[in-house]
């Protein structure tokens, strides 16, 4: 069963950047497609980007151009780079994972198995 801990949140002003660090045990994620997602107070979960097996990329539109999502599978992590931040991005960020060695996209639409416990992030002036 694969565990996933996000690490690397915390507070920033606006136009800020973070990493965010989403770091695999108890198997390797070469073949998983790993998504982001924020929960902000008072909302819905919402996907905000995937990335596949063979490394397409997807994006919510409120992130597109901001947020930048890698993996590295030798490190068994999957990075969020999120630079411009804005208040809205205040949430608790969560990485899942879910097994999929054939698809060559990814989306956040689908059922992720493994999820992480979430980190912090918070935006303000």
């Known amino acids: 069963q694969l565990q996933l801990v996000e690490s690397g949140g915390g507070s920033v002003q606006p136009g800020g950047s973070l990493r965010l660090s989403c770091a695999a045990s108890g198997g390797t994620i070469d073949f998983y497609i790993i998504g982001w997602f924020r929960q902000a107070p008072g909302k819905e979960r919402e996907g905000v980007s995937c990335i596949s097996t063979t490394r397409s990329t997807n994006y919510a539109d409120s992130v597109k151009g901001r947020f930048k999502v890698s993996r590295d599978n030798r490190k068994r992590t999957v990075y969020l780079q999120m630079d411009n931040l804005e208040p809205e991005d205040t949430a608790v960020y969560f990485c899942?994972?879910?097994?999929?060695?054939?698809?060559?996209?990814?989306?956040?639409?689908?059922?992720?198995?493994?999820w992480g416990q979430g980190t912090q992030v918070t935006v303000s002036a």
């Open positions: 899942a994972a879910v097994w999929n060695p054939r698809s060559p996209v990814c989306t956040t639409q689908i059922r992720f198995d493994n």
